[in-house]
């Protein structure tokens, strides 16, 4: 089992930054890929940011250029470091692990973009 604990939501201005933070633990040497998820009000999960055991990232047209997921494998945290923010980037914002065949979530963290 995996145990993911995300920090570092919270009220900004559109414009603003956020960092986010996903510490791991549990048998964290099963995990292979990480990423960051966020579903609106209304609307589906969608993948924002991924990365894999080995540094490759990819992410979601919509943030390109203005967020940026990095990894401490030391820490076993993952960060989703998000800049120029929008309104809609308002979100619960959810830390994802995958590895062996086993899928883990976190509890949430809400990012509220204000104009």
Do not use: H
Not at 15 to 28: E, K, P, Q
Not at 57 to 65: E, F, I, P, Q, R
């Amino acid at each position: 089992q995996v145990q993911l604990v995300e920090s570092g939501g919270g009220l900004v201005q559109a414009g603003g930054s956020l960092r986010l933070s996903c510490a791991a633990s549990g048998s964290i040497l099963s995990i292979a890929n990480m990423g960051w998820y966020r579903q609106a009000p209304g609307k589906q999960r969608e993948l924002v940011a991924g990365i894999s055991s080995g540094g490759r990232t990819n992410y979601a047209d919509s943030v390109k250029g203005r967020f940026t997921i990095s990894r401490d494998n030391a820490k076993n945290t993952v960060y989703l470091q998000m800049n120029s923010l929008k309104p809609e980037d308002t979100a619960v914002y959810y830390c994802n692990a995958y590895g062996l065949g086993n899928i883990y979530w976190g509890q949430g963290t809400q990012v509220t973009v204000f104009s």
